[in-house]
């Protein structure tokens, strides 16, 4: 739970919060005394830039509470399908962090415990009588005592809480909210009070921030002077769709950002500094997200489809607050509603040709996606022959080598044969010829022998002849 103990920084900042309230307080009973056109219409001035995020000094260490809020009548068990199926895309989107839906009943218990050491802010919060206002009052508890996110039970979540907050800024950010509507160059829509205003329907602080304990501050006053003026007490306020915004909704929301900026930045701020915003803005400490962040899918203000990148929260509208309130009085809703019908009806225009333009866009993609498919199994086609092509070719060229190989083994078993025949033949050759040496040489001895023997023979005949 937060820590709220008054040291004598807290208190110091109290007194400045109460000064700025006191002055709210002047401006906002001057409101009623204006005709609608006319409330809170900034002083045209100057718009200036946001300051860099490295001149920032981070006051609050670490990072933001993991927790997202939401608040209920009842309990999960009880509620309507689609809105379980809202909070079921928080928890799928965001599994590291904590979850908890306060009931009328836990609100109560919560308020008591997180504020006990604030008596004048429970006290409030249980005089009030109207639903609405303890609605909006305790969104702002909420995030002043605890930290985290907010948001309301009929809000989609369409991308991770860490996606919202740019990295560049990532360690000087400690509030975070959302434009929800900008007048821009045209004429304010009827049931609006401001310019420009931020969502209250979906927001993020880290707990003690100055700006939540402002809001409060200008809630309180606000409910007060309103009953005042109304000449009644605070639990049986009954106000009107302009008075909820303007009293605890999202035009004092927005009211109480640009004052504090206007304080922290030492230069007026105010709707002109932010219109037309198509980037996350940081001024100070807080983080203004474009209208496509949570104020998507809407029919103004330049604000774009859920489907988009920048899209990270998409709002219902299943919410019944508005139901038997006059926007502001019941002769000026009657002109409105002819004015309204006319809004949705170019909207449903400006929808259908966005439709058709994104089902051009789809053709022509899916047709590009086509031609690549085909030029990817064309390829794949391709490198397939190539790859067949390879493999007969190596094929072939190691049948070659094969056969080239037993060719040239039996070119050589062929060579070793006929080196081995001639061997063959040149021992016969060289037998042959010693066989042809031996006879002549007993032929020649022979023949000596013979001559011998005939020597012999005749010696012996002549000598036979002697003696006869």
Known sequence: ???????????????????????????????????????????LKKPISSRNATQLAPRYKGPFPHKIWQTGKSGFVNLEQDARDTIMSWLKMNQNWRYELLTDHSAETYVRNVFANRPEIVELYFDIGDPI???DMLRYLILLGDGGVYSDV??????????????????????????????????????????LQFTNWAMMAKPGHPALELTVSMLSNAVSTLAATKGTDIGHLT??????????????????????????????????????????????????????GFGNSQPHSGSRSENEDDAFVKHLFKGSWKKDRPIINKESDDEEKQREEQHWKLWDEQEKKLEEERKEEQRKLDEIEKEQRKKKEDAAKAEQEASKLADERKQKE???????????????????????????????????????????EDREKEAERLEMWYEKMQNSQLKKEEIE
């Open 239 to 292: 106000l009107s769709q302009h008075e909820i915004l303007n009293c605890t909704g999202p035009a004092l929301f927005t009211m109480a950002i640009f004052q504090h900026l206007s304080t922290t930045t030492g230069e007026e701020f105010s709707w002109l500094n932010v219109t037309r915003l198509s980037r996350p803005m940081l001024v100070d400490d807080i983080l203004i997200l474009p209208i496509n």
């Open 398 to 440: 190691e049948k070659e080598a094969e056969e080239k190989k037993k060719a040239e083994e039996e070119e050589q078993k062929k060579q070793e044969e006929e080196k081995k025949k001639e061997e063959q033949r040149k021992d016969e050759e060289k037998k042959e010829g010693s066989n042809e040496a031996g006879t002549r």
């Open 133 to 135: 206002l303890r609605a």
């Open 1 to 43: 739970m937060g820590n709220l103990s008054a040291s004598p920084e807290a208190r110091l900042s109290r007194y400045a919060v109460i000064a700025a309230a006191v002055l709210f307080t002047l401006h906002f009973l001057s409101l009623f005394r204006q005709s609608p056109e006319h409330w809170m219409t900034p002083e």
């Open 154 to 195: 009929d809000t989609k979540a369409l991308k991770p809480i860490g996606n919202w907050i740019p990295l560049a800024y990532s360690d000087y950010v400690n509030v975070v909210v959302g434009v929800e509507y900008d007048r821009m160059d045209g004429d304010r829509w009827f049931d609006w009070t401001l310019d």
